[in-house]
């Protein structure tokens, strides 16, 4: 079992679940967070922490997103590893809650 980032951290990518994950498993795009499924060790801790609520275990991701499970994969292959919270984008409040966000990922 793995845990995903779904559509509502596009744009927002704040990176407060980072700092908790113990095995490093978060990947950073432009404006998009993922988590690497072979690294996950399903310990849960940063669900809690992201302030848009973007990460849901594998099993409870929402209905219409299911499609972030094998896009958080194919991305986590490809983009750098980040371990260390940065600032949010300054327009990260704008975003957060708006649907339909995948139109607006950067790769």
């Not at 793995?2 to 990518?13: A, E, G, M, Q």
């Not at 209905?63 to 327009?91: R, V």
Request: hydrophobic content about 30%; aromatic content about 10%.
């Amino acid at each position: 079992m793995t845990f995903v980032v779904t559509d509502n951290c596009i744009r927002c990518k704040y990176t407060d679940c980072v700092e908790v994950c113990p095995v490093d498993c978060f990947y950073e795009g432009p404006n998009f967070l993922v988590i690497h499924p072979d690294e996950c060790i399903d310990c849960a801790l940063c669900e809690p922490e992201c302030p848009a609520e973007a990460i849901y275990s594998e099993d409870e991701v929402p209905q219409g997103q299911e499609e972030f499970i094998e896009l958080n994969a194919e991305l986590a292959d490809i983009w750098p590893n980040i371990n260390e919270q940065k600032d949010p984008p300054e327009d990260a409040q704008k975003w957060d809650g708006v649907e339909g966000k995948l139109q607006y990922l950067e790769r």
